[in-house]
């Protein structure tokens, strides 16, 4: 079936739940029954939802005849949904045709040529991306354009050699003549305490190189932004012990392609890079994209800034107008924006900036010339000279597909629009779900508050006991999935906010690290100011009894619960102020591991590489009786690790964001937690909810204290396990601060 046969013929109505969405406790939620509460939803937002009508006509064709009767795809930031018009489709002209390397000439290569030349232009188009001004370099994902600028953005330490006495020609053989020169401006590497793993590690070759690292939050962000251009962000910098040769410039003026002239400026100023995301895949909080020429306006004859901006959230849900903004950089996905295929990507990379990078490695297709001896070679002109190897051709080919559904919705403004009636109404119904005695059910973190323009359709939230406490974003993945809920749960690779908001600091999580601890509880060792006796009553446990609802998740609830308020909370606070944790006023500065082995150690107690919870407390308790005044009360503090994330997207339905309520509701409205030991850092957890289990667990309770700065890393070894290693581990440099 074509596309237009799916936009044109009606198919099967959407509306039948399933059997698994039959309620077997029936409950009344605020917005009523599903037809009741859909009729009411539509009265509101039938301009926006459902693509006048396809999602109706079309869904349980296009996708809910895979997912099976009573699943909810809740996901769409994991990973886009492809149809199955688009699939076969593209199987059609597989079958159909012939495809060749394109590196070939013959008529099946030629095929594959045109196929990717087609949808480097139809890659711009969709962005409105002028081909004079961006390239698209096809990579294996956003991850692989992420690393491709750390690796070849021209790093400057401030103490180089060479970097600027002459520009390298493209054949890469030019020798310059060393300068004994050491002066020169330090690269910096600024970005967002909000970004994915993936664009936090462009910071790895920063440091590498010498540059400085400063990571900001969103207001530092804005008041670096408003400051003079001279002015750098006031966090501190990471240092490095090494550093690379500035001013490569691979492409160069030794030949004329197209934009490939080197700059002046690459060899007489230093290059910056800021990064941060369109759309935060955490809390789906959207960043304003006029920082872009903020940034580009500090640059002068002495300093260049480039920005990355990371489109692999944003670019499935919202426009991205490459003509109205201008980022230097734009890594995306494929499979987030329409699910098919996987392992494709593209960096769509301004020209001005690419003259700018520092290619090394080179490989087939990236080269027009190359000789063996002393492995001479000119790369070839951008977008080819940046890409090694054969290209998926076949999976280049398919793109187009994709793009023809995207087109069939009715573009990126009514995905936008249809996503955007799915969040309003799915923050209304959360913002309104309590326990029996007034209190909460979910913490929500983000920004919906504010509208659409500040905020996606993106739900992370942790559920909260009738008492406040939280419980283990796995227990609520478990129930979940028997529910027939896709939803994803821990850090969403993105632990700038994350931890925060889980009321971790930076030091305990790589203590966690260094003793290679996972499970869905980390205890934490921090100082109370409270007597030894109130201390071991909070860690008192006895097997097999019935807990308070949720409390034997949080030994020390007075802590770090956050009973009461307003469900809508940023655990982090914009501005200069670190990160807001939980009670922070009770708190102090976290006692370092090293403290708590040493007063352990004072009283005969030892503590494992691989410490379990009943040291860690009998540690806490050689602490409370045998260390100096200023180490007492240290008690165990229970943080339960992961949020939940439900996230929607093109073809998310009404029907989904219901039954995520309803799930919501019905299970963990007034729940009861029990929980026994069955070994050291072992428990059985099981949550109850009218006396029907909702979900069992067993549950590996990881404990780590406060990592001083040089302590080691867990090294892995050739079997794969992770071992403390003196010979290997890897050194903790402080981090800037955040």
């Known amino acids: 079936m074509s596309y237009r046969d799916a936009c044109e013929k009606p198919l099967l109505v959407h509306g039948n739940p399933g059997p698994s969405d039959s309620n077997e406790r029936p409950t009344v939620l605020a917005c009523g029954n599903l037809d009741e509460a859909k009729n009411a ?27 099976g009767p009573g699943q909810h795809y809740l996901d769409y930031t994991g990973a886009g949904q492809y149809t199955t018009s688009m699939i076969q489709a593209v199987m059609q002209e597989l079958t159909s045709s012939a495809f060749g390397n394109p590196h070939s000439r013959n008529p099946s290569s030629s095929r594959s040529t045109q196929e990717v030349s087609k949808a480097r232009a139809q890659v711009l188009q969709h962005f409105n991306a002028d081909p004079d001004e961006y390239y698209v370099v096809f990579t294996k994902g ?79 962000m804005h008041d670096w932004l408003a400051a003079p251009k001279e002015a750098l962000p006031q966090t501190a910098a990471a240092e490095a012990p090494c550093c690379r040769q500035h001013g490569n410039g691979n492409f160069s003026s030794s030949h004329s392609h197209g934009g490939s002239q080197n700059s002046n400026s690459s060899s007489t100023s230093t290059c910056h890079l800021v990064a941060y995301p369109a759309k935060d895949n955490y809390e789906g909080q959207l960043y304003p994209l006029e920082w872009i020429e903020q940034v580009h306006t500090k640059s002068d004859s002495s300093n260049h800034y480039f920005v990355v901006l990371d489109a692999a959230a944003h670019a499935a849900t919202h426009n991205l107008d490459l003509s109205q903004i201008k980022p230097d950089f734009v890594p995306l996905s494929f499979y987030k924006l329409f699910g098919y295929p996987s392992g494709l990507g593209a960096l769509i990379v301004r020209r001005e900036a690419a003259r700018h990078l520092n290619k090394v490695y080179f490989g087939g297709g990236s080269v027009d010339y190359c000789t063996a001896e002393d492995v001479w070679h000119v790369l070839s002109a951008p977008p080819a000279g940046l890409e090694d190897g054969t290209l998926g051709y076949l999976n280049i080919s398919a793109l187009k597909h994709g793009f023809a559904l995207l087109n069939c919705l009715g573009g990126m403004q009514a995905i936008d629009a249809h996503v955007n009636s799915l969040r309003v109404w799915t923050y209304q119904q959360l913002l309104q779900l309590k326990h029996s005695n007034g209190r909460p059910l979910l913490k929500l973190f983000g920004r919906h508050q504010d509208g659409s323009t500040q905020q996606s359709g993106i739900f992370q939230f942790q559920v909260l006991t009738p008492e406040g406490e939280r419980l283990p974003g796995a227990l609520v993945e478990a129930a979940a999935t028997a529910a027939g809920l896709h939803i994803r749960t821990g850090c969403n690779c993105n632990p700038g906010v994350c931890l925060p908001n889980l009321g971790i600091r930076p030091e305990e999580e790589r203590a966690r690290a260094a003793a290679g601890h996972q499970g869905p509880v980390l205890v934490v060792m921090r100082p109370r100011q409270s007597t030894a006796g109130e201390a071991n009553s909070r860690r008192s446990t006895t097997p097999g009894r019935k807990s308070m609802p949720g409390g034997a998740l949080t030994a020390a609830s007075a802590d770090i619960a956050s009973a009461g308020g307003s469900l809508l909370t940023r655990q982090h606070s914009w ?21 708590v082995t040493k007063a352990a150690a004072a009283v005969g107690t030892t503590i494992p590489a691989v410490p379990a919870t009943a040291v860690m407390e009998a540690a806490a308790a050689a602490v409370e009786h045998k260390a100096p005044a200023a180490s007492k009360h240290l008690v165990p503090v229970k943080l339960p690790l992961g949020s939940v994330r439900a996230s929607l997207g093109a073809l998310s339905t009404f029907e989904d964001c219901y039954n995520l309520v309803r799930f919501l509701v019905t299970s963990f409205k007034d729940f009861v937690v029990y929980e026994r030991d069955l070994e050291a850092g072992v428990k059985m957890i099981d949550v109850v909810n009218d006396g029907a289990r909702v979900v069992k667990m067993r549950a590996t309770v990881s404990s780590a204290g406060a990592l001083e700065q040089n302590a080691q890393l867990p090294a892995v070894t050739s079997a794969g396990d992770v071992a403390l290693s003196s010979n290997k581990a890897a050194c903790v440099s402080k981090l800037p601060a955040c």
């Open 575 to 595: 501005g200069s102020k670190q990160p807001v944790l939980p009670a922070a006023g009770s708190l102090t500065r976290p006692i370092a591991m090293s403290a």
């Open 41 to 67: 939803f539509m009265q509101q937002h039938a301009d926006n939802y459902g693509y006048q009508g396809w999602i109706e006509q079309h869904w349980h064709h296009e996708l809910g005849a895979r997912l």
């Open 142 to 220: 956003a991850t692989e354009g992420l690393k491709m600028v750390g690796e070849f953005f021209p790093w400057h330490s401030g103490q180089h050699t060479g970097g600027s006495c002459c520009s390298r020609p493209l054949n890469n053989n030019h020798k310059c003549k060393e300068s004994s020169s050491s002066t020169g401006t330090r690269s910096s590497y600024i970005y967002t305490q909000a970004n994915h793993k993936s664009v936090l590690g462009i910071g790895a070759y920063a440091k590498q190189a010498g540059a400085s690292l400063y990571c900001l939050n969103r207001e530092q």
